[in-house]
């Protein structure tokens, strides 16, 4: 089946400094990639959906200058967390889907970056 | 709105044991899917099923099951002879319109052995 690669799977870095998060698809082609943030023993909270090619749509609430998206080739989204604050320390978690409609797709998961800001 | 409630946040069991998982969802659309996820300790979220709002069939893969009623809004998840391995958190999820899947608060399930 379809392969989502997140990398890292788990960063420390001190306060103030940038994290970039890679999402791969591995065997297909993925016009849209979404991130989500999972607080511990939480649900998953879509932070924002990446179109190829386009600027990200970001959920309402998520800074557009804090977490940096892009999407610029059809296998490879990054998430950059820009300044990070101990407050972002979190599970970051990406998907992608494997077809023009969601609906029919299985939408199928990165393993998740587990980011700790000391 | 759409919205996917899963009250039971953890449930514990002993092995072989039959283990059933809640999820309730509101929608004002016809169309739309629900899903179930399985996130392990690794934390990657493995898919379990896709169901569409048209399809009210039960439906069974090995030891699990799900009964998808839309008279009382529900999708749940029935894990039988329950194994160790099953520990996880699973989570229930909705899309519809707009296509953002939206996901319930999720229930950790502990199989003792």
């Known amino acids: 089946g379809a392969v989502v690669s997140q990398h890292p799977s788990r960063v420390i870095c001190k306060s103030g400094t940038s994290v970039k998060i890679e999402c791969r698809s591995l065997?297909?082609?993925?016009?849209?990639m979404f991130w989500y943030r999972q607080f511990p023993k939480k649900s998953l909270m879509l932070m924002a959906t990446?179109?190829?090619?386009?600027?990200?749509?970001?959920e309402q609430g998520v800074e557009k200058d804090k977490f940096l998206i892009n999407h610029a080739s059809l296998t490879l989204s990054t998430l950059t967390v820009t300044s990070a604050h101990p407050e972002d320390s979190s599970f970051y978690i990406c998907s992608a889907r494997d077809g023009p409609r969601l609906v029919n797709e299985k939408l199928f998961f990165g393993s998740g970056t587990q980011l700790s800001v000391l | 709105a759409q919205k996917v409630t899963q009250a039971q946040t953890e449930i514990s069991v002993v092995e072989k044991e039959d283990v059933t998982l809640d999820c309730v969802y509101e929608t004002r659309d016809t169309t739309y899917y629900l899903f179930w996820y399985k996130q392990p300790p690794s934390g990657e979220l493995v898919f379990l099923i896709r169901?569409?709002?048209?399809?009210?069939q039960n439906e069974i893969s090995g030891r699990y099951s799900w009964n998808f009623q839309k008279s009382t809004s529900s999708f749940n998840f029935t894990i039988t002879a329950s194994q160790v391995v099953d520990s996880a958190v699973y989570f229930c999820a909705l899309i519809q319109g707009a296509q953002k899947l939206v996901f319930g608060q999720g229930t950790r399930l502990t199989i003792n052995p």
């Open positions: 990446s179109n190829e090619g386009s600027k990200a749509t970001y």
């Open positions: 169901r569409n709002s048209f399809d009210e």
């Open positions: 065997d297909f082609q993925a016009t849209t």
